[in-house]
């Protein structure tokens, strides 16, 4: 299909997020300092929330549009505050990113415990559900874009590495990001998932530091390179942005050809 008649396609026009909110979860480290920095970059005014709010202002030093909100996203009074402030202070809400995120406890799924599932649930699942249904009467003003960071455990089992409450927890992300962009779609509010592979992060620490994983992770990764955050940073700005203006309901995987195989 062409582009639209008339259409201005200039990357700058296309990417280009001045004037627009965004609110990003799991802000503190890995991805989320890549993501908030990207979007700030693209000329967004950026609401940065994590639990370690320490982090959060020494990442807006310097970024005068970069607004950092203490948040535990499994607290839902903390979640209704949060857009509550963001309503108040900008007016607006235009891009949600759930990023925030919790990983698997490491052990089979025979030895994990309800505690472990519902502590990944909460997390992974019932946040980036709530933050949706708490910004949805702010953003049907405007429309706009939601985000929800899954994983490539979203899309396929991983097995070497055992979380199956995690692959659960995703999988559910991954098909609520489904369900909401069918039923927001009529308001203007796109809703895609982006999953990413072993990106060396905080988060996979312990995997990268192992070395026969680390072996095992190269050995499957059809890009022969170990990703860093700044590679995720592109297929966000595309599904924030008007560049990704006709993409809902899908799931972009960032994992160096990982469930290509």
């Not at 009074?77 to 007016?91: N, S, T, W």
């Not at 415990?113 to 709530?130: F, I, K, M, Y």
């Amino acid at each position: 299909m062409s582009a639209k008649a008339g259409a201005d396609l200039r990357p700058e026009r296309l990417f280009g997020l001045e004037g627009r909110v965004a609110v990003l979860t799991g802000a503190s480290s890995g991805l989320g300092v890549a993501f908030a920095e990207a979007l700030h970059a693209a000329g967004a005014t950026v609401v940065i929330t994590a639990r370690r709010a320490d982090r959060l202002a020494q990442l807006a030093v310097g970024r005068p549009r970069l607004d950092p909100v203490g948040c535990d996203v499994s607290d839902a009074d903390q979640l209704r505050e949060l857009v509550a402030g963001v309503a108040e202070r900008h007016g607006r809400i235009d891009i949600l990113v759930n990023n925030a995120g919790n990983g698997g406890p490491g052990r089979p799924a025979q030895f994990e415990t309800d505690v472990d599932t519902d502590r990944l649930l909460e997390v992974n699942l019932r946040a980036p559900l709530r933050l949706c249904r708490l910004a949805f009467p702010v953003m049907r003003r405007t429309g706009g874009a939601v985000v929800n960071v899954t994983s490539i455990s979203g899309l396929v089992g991983v097995g070497e590495i055992p979380q199956a409450s995690y692959v659960a927890s995703k999988h559910a992300l991954t098909g609520l990001t489904r369900e909401l962009a069918l039923e927001w779609a009529r308001f203007g509010i796109r809703v895609n998932a982006l999953a990413p592979g072993f990106f060396a992060t905080e988060m996979t620490r312990l995997l990268y530091d192992d070395d026969r994983r680390r072996q095992w992770i190269v050995a499957n990764t059809p890009l022969p390179a170990f990703a860093e955050p700044a590679q995720a940073v592109g297929a966000l700005l595309l599904l924030a942005s008007d560049a990704g203006s006709y993409i809902t309901g899908q799931t972009i995987a960032v994992d160096g050809g990982w469930t290509a195989r």
